[in-house]
Nanobody
Framework: VQLQASGGGLVRAGASLRLSCAAS????????MGWFRQTPGKEREFVAS????????YYSHPTKGRFTISRDTAKSTMYLQMNNLKPEDTAVYYC?????????????????WGQGTQVTVSS
């Protein structure tokens, strides 16, 4: 499985960004997907996950209500729509593929990582 993340950038607080993660690989449909983020000196943090088959979505507390995870199965692409961004959302965002059920995905169980995309939110 190969994952290619894109869509990061520099925005002001209150703005929106949409991240994309294009997936490829013959066995990709066997995985569920998620987004994580990481800041220097801290562990990689769960943001959201989605069941590839059902579309059921799960969120971390800091992002629930502002972020929306979705997928386009025809394009094999996952998205993270981030609204009302805050300076504390500044991080490198990584997409991930995991054989675990989406509600159980955590950094320690991820099978494949994308390369990361920087999101910077200025105050």
């Amino acid at each position: 499985v190969q994952l290619q993340a894109s869509g990061g950038g520099l925005v002001r607080a209150g703005a929106s960004l949409r991240l994309s993660c294009a997936a490829s690989g013959q066995t990709f449909s066997n995985y569920n997907m998620g987004w994580f983020r990481q800041t220097p000196g801290k562990e990689r943090e769960f943001v959201a996950s989605i069941s590839w088959s059902s579309g059921s979505a799960y969120y971390s507390h800091p992002t629930k209500g502002r972020f929306t995870i979705s997928r386009d199965t025809a394009k094999s692409t996952m998205y993270l729509q981030m609204n009302n961004l805050k300076p504390e959302d500044t991080a490198v965002y990584y997409c991930a593929a995991d054989r675990q059920p989406a509600q159980w995905i955590q950094a320690s169980t991820v099978d494949y990582w994308g390369q990361g995309t920087q999101v910077t939110v200025s105050s």
